[in-house]
C-alpha cells in the first residue's frame, strides 16, 4: 500500500538554524514523486518543492532542500537559515497514480 | 482571481442539513480532486475526477457526493451533514501527468 509516514509531530528550531523534517514513504511503483508543502495559520497550502522517482540529483529551492534517499525511500525536507516566517505545518506527500497522498504533518515553531 | 476557488470559505450548518462545496478553477486542467483535513490526520482524498465523466472515490467518500458540471467545476456535497465531517476541505487541480497540483484556498466547515 501507498504510504507516506512524517513521525515528528512537532520540531522547534532557533531562528538561522538549519533543520530536517523527516519523510520516510512506501510504494512499489517505479516511478512516483515527492513533495513537501506548507501550511501557515492562514490554512493554504503553498507548494515548496518537488523530487522525481528518477531524479539523480537532489531538489533544491531557495532555502529549502530536499534530501532525497531513494534505497532508504526517505525524502526528508531540509530548511536552511530558518525564519520566524517558517513556523507552519509541513506535509510530505507522494503522488500515486496522479494523487496525492499525505503524511500527517509536522508543526515546526521557529523561535528568536 | 484566484486560479481555484472554493466558495464558501466559512460555513456552519446543522447535523441533517444538505451543504455543498464548490470549486472552480482557470487553470484549465483536467483533473480535480477533494480532500479533507483533520487535526493530526493530514489529508485525505474523499474523490477525485480526471474528466468531466470520470468521477472516482478516494479512501474517505461515504457520507460525500461530487458532480462534475464542466471541466472547471467540480462540487462536493454532504447530503445529510453530521459532526464529524466538520474539517478543513480543500479542492486541488493538476493537469494530466505533470506534478503542478494547485490547491483552493480551502472550505473551513462546522456541523452543529
Known amino acids: 500500500a501507498q504510504k507516506i509516514t512524517q513521525t515528528q509531530p512537532g520540531m522547534f528550531v532557533q531562528e538561522k538554524e538549519a533543520v530536517t523534517l523527516d519523510c520516510t514513504y512506501d510504494?512499489?511503483?517505479?516511478?512516483?514523486?515527492l513533495f513537501w508543502y506548507k501550511q501557515p495559520s492562514s490554512g493554504e497550502m503553498i507548494f515548496l518543492i518537488y523530487q522525481g522517482s528518477y531524479d539523480e540529483q537532489n531538489a533544491t529551492e531557495g532555502r529549502y532542500s530536499l534530501n532525497f534517499q531513494k534505497a532508504r525511500k526517505s525524502a526528508n525536507l531540509v530548511i536552511s537559515a530558518s525564519q520566524l516566517g517558517d513556523s507552519a505545518m509541513y506535509f510530505c506527500?507522494?503522488?500515486?497514480?496522479?494523487?496525492?497522498?499525505f503524511g500527517t504533518g509536522t508543526r515546526l515553531q521557529v523561535f528568536p | 482571481d484566484a486560479d481555484v476557488t472554493q466558495t464558501p470559505r466559512n460555513r456552519i450548518t446543522k447535523t441533517g442539513k444538505r451543504i455543498m462545496l464548490e470549486c472552480s478553477q482557470t487553470k484549465g486542467h483536467d483533473r480535480m480532486y477533494w480532500y479533507r483535513q483533520d487535526p493530526g490526520l493530514g489529508l485525505r482524498l474523499i474523490y477525485y475526477s480526471f474528466d468531466v465523466k470520470d468521477i472516482n472515490k478516494g479512501e474517505i467518500s461515504d457520507g460525500y457526493s461530487v458532480s462534475r458540471q464542466a471541466q472547471a467545476k467540480f462540487s462536493l456535497s454532504l447530503e445529510s451533514a453530521i459532526p464529524n465531517q466538520t474539517a478543513l476541505y480543500f479542492c486541488a487541480t493538476a493537469p494530466a501527468g505533470d506534478y503542478g497540483y494547485t490547491f483552493g484556498s480551502g472550505t473551513r466547515l462546522t456541523v452543529v
Open positions: 510504494t512499489s511503483d517505479q516511478s512516483y514523486g
Open positions: 506527500a507522494m503522488r500515486n497514480t496522479d494523487k496525492l497522498i
